[in-house]
């Protein structure tokens, strides 16, 4: 497998070894007329490494990552408002009007750029008018190192809720795969945490009344009606962003280039069951306040049992498939007048933004969010669709044990 940090270090070579042989190419020439084209790494459509010439159309100047679609950040600082710092300006070799990034940190803030710039055309063209709520450009950190970063930091990608919606990425230390900045799914997924903060979660008035307490209850054990209620929206979010990051980069299985096999959510295969509320709550009896101490001291098996069963992610992953199954089968609604002119990935993207304002406003109307249940999202998404025989049987598999006749038994939302 092409190894992206690595391969950086070539185009710069060729590009001297260009100029001692053609003194009509410089590698450092400013600017010309001419739209500027960057040679980037790219994981293409079936998951392969390869090059590609992208032209980017939105950024004022090819030296500073400060553009209409993002601004990109190098290892910034937050002030919890937002980035401060220095804005990217990769180095970058030049021959005509094909930049070619000098080193690897140059490489990927482009393609940082790159993926974000994707987006603000395929927003536009892909969701419904007003339908999005987050703002352009995107602010974006790229970090190649940070300070007592553990472990479990480094070779991930997070979205920050505050004013405007901060993306980070993180270093990638996996010098055996391919970096996040490169990964559509992954940064898809990201992008997805801010279409859903926007439009769901920062517009309950419930949010509001969070405390610290209840942020980090939501965590791990949820210990309070408050974090419950974050433990579901955090896993419908974690779910619907797979969802969303497979369906933007039309790979299904992009989590598992960058993250291989045994720590990727592989979303095209049939869900596994969501955990029952109960099961959610469960821990709530093995310890009303989860302390790192206390969790340090369970035996592993049990650990291993409660992370799995209250892990957003894994419980998310179900959604996210059963939301696959049906974009593949082209069996969402065909929204607006252009629809036939988007592929089925396009049009599933567009009917699950269009969603989210409605169900923004069926959750503002609950009002005993402890005795909700996980698999009420999967009511919401599903149960008004006119699925064929097959792709029902496969949304049922996501259904907890609490709903044995699955979508059937979904009731009013
Ligand atoms: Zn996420």
């Not at 696959?324 to 065909?334: L, M, R």
Request: charged share 20%; hydrophobic share 40%; net charge neutral.
């Amino acid at each position: 497998m092409l190894k992206f940090r690595s391969r950086f270090l070539q185009p710069a070579i060729l590009c001297l070894a260009t100029l001692a042989s053609l003194s009509l190419v410089s590698c450092t020439q400013d600017r010309d007329s001419s739209t500027p084209t960057y040679r980037i790494p790219y994981i293409d459509e079936n998951g392969q490494n390869t090059f590609r010439d992208i032209t980017l159309t939105t950024l004022g100047s090819a030296f500073e990552m400060n553009g209409r679609a993002a601004i990109i950040y190098f290892n910034p600082s937050n002030n919890g408002q937002t980035f401060t710092g220095a804005i990217a300006q990769p180095h970058l070799g030049k021959s005509g009007s094909l930049f070619r990034p000098i080193d690897p940190q140059s490489g990927t803030v482009i393609a940082t750029y790159a993926f974000f710039e994707k987006m603000f055309f395929y927003e536009k063209k892909v969701l419904l008018a007003g339908d999005s709520q987050i703002s352009w450009p995107r602010i974006v950190g790229v970090y190649s190192s940070v300070d007592k970063m553990s472990p479990n930091d480094e070779n991930n990608a997070a979205y920050i809720p505050m004013p405007q919606g901060l993306t980070e990425i993180m270093p990638f230390t996996d010098n055996g795969r391919d970096a996040l900045a490169f990964n559509h799914g992954v940064l898809g997924h990201e992008h997805f945490h801010a279409h859903f903060d926007m439009s769901v979660q920062s517009k309950l008035a419930s949010i509001k009344s969070m405390s610290e307490v209840d942020i980090a209850s939501s965590r791990g054990c949820p210990a309070t009606a408050n974090a419950y209620e974050l433990k579901l929206l955090t896993i419908w979010n974690e779910g619907l962003a797979d969802a969303y990051g497979a369906m933007v980069s039309e790979q299904p299985t992009f989590m598992t280039v960058s993250f291989g096999p045994e720590a990727a959510r592989p979303i095209a295969i049939d869900p596994l069951p969501f955990q029952s509320a109960a099961t959610l709550k469960k821990c709530r009896a093995i310890f009303p306040t989860l302390t790192k101490e206390k969790l340090q001291a369970m035996p592993k098996d049990q650990l291993n049992e409660l992370v799995t069963s209250i892990d957003p992610h894994l419980n998310g992953a179900q959604l996210a498939r059963a939301m696959f199954a049906v974009a593949n089968h082209d069996e969402f609604p065909a929204l607006g007048a252009d629809a036939a002119t988007l592929n089925k990935w396009q049009r599933s993207a567009r009917y699950l933004i269009h969603r989210l304002k409605d169900f923004k406003t069926a959750l503002e109307k609950k009002t005993d969010w402890e005795n909700m249940q996980p698999d009420y999202a999967l009511c919401f998404f599903f149960k008004d669709l006119n699925l064929s025989a097959e792709t029902k049987a496969i949304v049922n598999k996501a259904f907890s044990s609490d709903y044995p006749d699955g979508v059937a038994q979904c009731g009013s939302l």
